[in-house]
T-cell receptor, first 114, second 112 residues
Framework: DGGITQSPKYLFRKEGQNVTLSCEQN?????MYWYRQDPGQGLRLIYY???????QKGDIAEGYSVSREKKESFPLTVTSAQKNPTAFYLC?????????????FGPGTRLTVL | AQSVTQPDIHITVSEGASLELRCNYS??????LFWYVQSPGQGLQLLLK??????LVQGIKGFEAEFKRSQSSFNLRKPSVHWSDAAEYFC??????????FGTGTRLTVIP
């Protein structure tokens, strides 16, 4: 089955540690996205990538980094510079062949920083 | 600048009752509009989308939405709610850069 996988589902880290969240898709989509979700705030865009080896900052990129070395993979690193990293993180992908295509979402990773 | 407003944070309806979730958007060009649903601790699933043409769009699970340009609205409706519809619902507007801007969501509770 085609889809988006995120791992792990739950992640606990000590304050000051970097942590990397995995996102893999087998939908053959060119574009991939990372969102952060906090209660009452909806989804906010962290980073996105329209093509391999290229990515752009979203609205809240500070304290995060990404890479896009493969079409299928778009890992997100939450660095120690992120002041409030505890949140639910969602990865998405989109087919860019048409103008109007929706984003498909993974199941999410809940990060808790202790 | 684009924005999406979902004025209702939480709605409670009885099973079998009708439902309408409100969404207003602000965007300078013709918008691409979406409704997504999220169960607790899960990702988002697309319910329906509007790009052009017929302003009443049908989606999955018996949902529909109507685009009203004059009111900058894209309200989601369902004639008869089921207990399994309890979830959080997000309206989103797509821009020319193909990014999505989301509203803050409406949490739906269904009572028996």
């Amino acid at each position: 089955d085609g889809g988006i996988t995120q791992s792990p589902k739950y992640l606990f880290r000590k304050e000051g540690q970097n942590v990397t969240l995995s996102c893999e898709q087998n939908l053959n989509h060119d574009a991939m996205y990372w969102y952060r979700q906090d209660p009452g705030q909806g989804l906010r865009l962290i980073y996105y990538s329209q093509i391999v080896n290229d990515f752009q900052k979203g609205d809240i990129a500070e304290g995060y980094s990404v890479s896009r070395e493969k079409k299928e993979s778009f890992p997100l690193t939450v660095t120690s510079a992120q002041k409030n990293p505890t949140a639910f993180y969602l990865c998405a992908s989109r087919y860019t062949g048409g103008r109007e295509n929706e984003q498909f979402f993974g199941p999410g990773t809940r990060l808790t920083v202790l | 600048a684009q924005s999406v407003t979902q004025p209702d944070i939480h709605i409670t309806v009885s099973e079998g009752a009708s439902l309408e979730l409100r969404c207003n958007y602000s965007y300078g060009a013709t918008p691409y509009l979406f409704w997504y649903v999220q169960s607790p601790g899960q990702g988002l699933q697309l319910l329906l989308k509007y790009f052009s043409g017929d302003t009443l769009v049908q989606g999955i699970k018996g949902f529909e939405a109507e685009f009203k340009r004059s009111q900058s609205s894209f309200n989601l409706r369902k004639p008869s709610v089921h207990w399994s519809d309890a979830a959080e619902y997000f309206c989103a507007v797509g821009t020319g850069a193909n990014n999505l801007f989301f509203g803050t969501g409406t949490r739906l509770t269904v009572i028996p």
